[in-house]
């Protein structure tokens, strides 16, 4: 089945520091990837859509520069939060389809990320 | 994607059967309706998705009735590890996965021995 690989599992970093995250599909092509935050005890929240070759799509409310986007390759999505923020600490989550197969999204494992 | 309800938290035993309903009163002709599965800290994992009667695969069965208005995911024989939050999301596959989904709340589903 599709697998979405997400790298670091956890973080943490000092305030003001930039953190990159990233999300490889390991076994197919994915021309568009997802991520989303989740809070402690809180349901998911659609951050951004990855579009590869092209800029990101932003959630409403979600500074994009901010949390950088970058979709290089049809396997690759990096999440790069910048100037981090102890509010900024939560459990980050990319996801994936593959197009023309779809079957449900792939998730990717998650990234803790505490800010300091 | 349609709005959906389902309940917050539900209890049962191991080796019970559990029924999780969800409604989704507006759901669209295009809409099918998907289930995931998720463990603290971890992403959400595909568990089953159907658009009407009945779907089973190896872990779970998905019943819609007639008017597509609600869904149950049917967990059959729950263990301990089956402790876990569930998402119940409609919506149009047209997109064929380049739309983000929206997710509810879900159901804290705690199994005990």
Redesign the interface.
Same mark, same amino acid.
């Given at each position: 089945g599709a697998v979405v690989s997400q790298h670091p599992s956890w973080v943490i970093c000092k305030s003001g520091t930039s953190v990159k995250i990233e999300c490889r599909s390991l076994d197919f092509q994915a021309t568009t990837m997802f991520w989303y935050r989740q809070f402690p005890k809180q349901s998911l929240m659609l951050m951004a859509t990855s579009n590869e070759g092209s800029k990101a799509t932003y959630e409403q409310g979600v500074e994009k520069d901010k949390f950088l986007i970058n979709h290089a390759s049809l396997t690759l999505s990096t999440l790069t939060v910048t100037s981090a923020h102890p509010e900024d600490s939560s459990f980050y989550i990319c996801s994936a389809a593959q197009v023309g197969n779809y079957y449900g999204y792939t998730f990717g494992s998650g990234t803790r990320l505490t800010v300091v | 994607l349609a709005k959906t309800t389902q309940p917050i938290s539900m209890d049962s035993y191991e080796g019970q059967e559990v029924n999780i309903t969800c409604s989704h009163n507006n759901i669209a002709t295009n809409d099918y309706i /998907?289930w995931?599965q998720q463990f603290p800290?971890?992403?959400?994992?595909?568990i089953i998705?159907g658009y009407k009667t009945k779907v089973t695969n190896e872990v779970a069965s998905l019943f819609i009735p007639a008017d597509r208005k609600s869904s149950t995911l049917s967990l059959p024989r729950v263990s301990l590890s089956d402790t876990a939050v569930y998402?119940c999301l409609v919506g149009d596959?047209s997109g #064929?996965?380049?739309? #983000?989904? /929206?997710? #509810?709340? #879900?159901t804290h589903l705690i199994i005990q021995p």
């Open positions: - | /998907t995931y800290s971890q992403g959400p994992r595909f998705q998402y596959l #064929g996965g380049a739309d #983000g989904l /929206t997710f #509810g709340k #879900g």
